[in-house]
């Protein structure tokens, strides 16, 4: 969105079916803005939606939020302020079930700050202080093992010096057998209840470890969580509730935050009686919206929403012929700055005529191609880049080298191949070529249309080895009579087969035109 000035309260009038694209007015500012002041609102209701779907665009991506809350009958207002500023609003589309639009306020500036109760920061502080208990109540019942075996081990002390008191030597022998057994049977027991109270303290601290890498993880999650963006929109609904009962908000949006969605491709080339390529395919994710995507519908579509929706325009040539005019002998300041300053002549732009960027998917019933995950996808804004697995693709193909002399040293293993999936190929970067399962080269694959033949390189082949020998060249002279401009050279070209096999071979070379 452009900048807008200082006052950053918006409202618009909803359609009639609840979903609402903005547009801003003037006059409907001014006539919203009168009738939301002498309105009586009962109250504001926090409602906090979650990313539930998102649709990937090439670089960019369309989110819905979805949000359930039980609304009182009345006037109220659903304040929302967890959507990232990387929401394109002017394109904000609203669907509201148990309840009538009356209203939408937008705040860009002035937007209070992101709120302490939201459910998903309180969640992970919540885990984060339960592990922290367990982890007390670990190490409290470790000291309390220590404690009973320190006790035991100045009863043992208490009876070593017991046994060497003088006051011993008096007693009868019978009193100092009593006294002998009494000290080792207590000696026995407080030696064994130290034994066990270390072996018990031992097993309690293995505990520990566990709860460490558990509060390690939570501690990762409130800190992904920290990783969006604090700074969010500010969007209140101002609805009508007929009768108390249970409502639904979505919201759809464009994101202008970095949405980044490409092909990734595997090529494999399989060598023997008959040759095979096989396509193993998926897509690359990466999303820098300033919120975390967790467990959402993903779509990913070959559409270009901000490309040129429109055909150009063409506009009248004008062409004339004139003589031309001799030059001033003198010219003035003023008219050469005059003549700086005027326009160049229109001329007409060269138009290089480009094919359609090749697009590929599962669905093709409509305008462009889209594919559809069946299972959830979570991706941490500015942190995560997924790879999304998809199918693998066969066909025959005809492999034979290729040498081009002038420029190699070495033939290039090539493989002659029909798109016949049915479906159009997008351009890959860095894609790997594997020659039996051994990869030999990374390579750009600029995609191919649905029928299309197109050319896979493999890698060398050391084997068969070049050379190009220039033996004889000769130019036309000019002299003051005549003059030619006739060329003439003798090239030989050598290939040598070093392979224990036989290859079918296509030589590439030049001559001037």
């Known amino acids: 969105m452009g900048p807008m000035g200082p006052a950053r309260d918006i409202a618009c009038a909803p359609k009639p079916d609840c979903e609402i694209q903005m547009r801003f007015s003037l006059s409907l500012l001014s006539l919203l803005a009168s009738s939301v002041a002498t309105s009586a609102w009962a109250d504001d209701i926090a409602v906090n939606s979650r990313v539930a779907a998102v649709t990937v665009f090439p670089n960019m991506a369309e989110i819905t939020r979805r949000a359930d809350f039980d609304l009182p009958a009345g006037l109220h207002r659903l304040v929302l302020r967890n959507i990232p500023q990387s929401a394109y609003l002017e394109t904000l589309q609203i669907g509201l079930s148990g309840a009538t639009q009356k209203a939408l306020l937008y705040r860009e500036e002035g937007v209070p700050p992101r709120s302490a109760d939201d459910p998903k920061v309180l969640a992970a502080e919540a885990l984060i202080r339960e592990v922290e208990g367990r982890i007390d109540k670990v190490e409290d019942d470790v000291r309390r093992a220590r404690t009973e075996a320190t006790a035991a081990r100045t009863a043992i002390g208490f009876l070593e010096q017991l046994g060497s008191n003088e006051g011993l030597a008096e007693a009868g022998a019978e009193a100092l057998r009593d006294i002998t057994r009494m000290i080792a049977s207590e000696a026995d027991a407080a030696g064994k209840q130290a034994l066990e109270a270390q072996i018990r303290a031992r097993a309690i601290e293995d505990q520990l470890e566990d709860l460490e890498e558990e509060l390690a993880r939570a501690e990762q999650a409130l800190e992904a969580i920290d990783r969006e963006d604090e700074d ?32 990734s491709y595997e090529w494999h080339l399989s060598t023997g009686e008959t040759s095979e390529v096989t396509l193993k395919r998926g897509f690359g994710l990466q999303q820098g919206t300033g919120e975390n995507w967790e467990n959402v519908a993903l779509t990913i579509s070959t559409l270009q929403p901000e490309e040129q929706g429109s055909p150009s325009d063409l506009y009248a040539q004008r062409r004339w012929i004139s003589d031309p005019r001799p030059e001033p002998k003198m010219r003035s300041q003023a008219a050469d700055y005059m003549a700086a300053a005027a326009p160049e002549p229109m001329m007409e732009p060269v138009v290089i005529e480009e094919a359609a960027a090749p697009t590929w998917g599962a669905d093709t019933s409509g305008p462009g191609v889209t594919y559809r995950f069946g299972h959830p996808v979570s991706l941490a804004s500015g942190a995560d880049i997924v790879k999304l697995d998809m199918d693998a693709l066969s066909t025959a193909v005809e492999v034979q080298a290729v040498a081009v002399p002038m420029s190699d040293e070495t033939a290039y293993r090539v493989a002659k191949v029909t798109n016949t999936f049915g479906e159009d190929l997008l351009p890959g970067e860095e894609v790997p070529m594997f020659v039996d399962g051994k990869l030999v080269t990374l390579a750009y694959f600029e995609g191919a249309a649905a029928g299309q033949a197109f050319d896979l390189g493999f890698g060398a082949i050391p084997g068969l080895q070049l050379t190009r020998h220039v033996l004889q060249k000769s130019e036309g002279e000019r002299g003051v009579i005549s003059r030619s401009n006739q060329q003439e050279e003798v090239v030989e070209i050598t290939v040598e087969n070093l392979t224990e096999e036989s290859w079918p071979l296509r030589l590439l070379d030049r001559v001037p035109y």
Do not use: C, K, N, Q
Request: charge should be negative.
């Open 232 to 263: 969010r929109h500010y969007l209140v609904i101002e609805v009508d509730v007929a009768e108390t009962g249970p409502g639904a908000l979505e919201l759809r949006y464009l994101s202008g935050g970095e949405v980044f969605s490409m092909p």
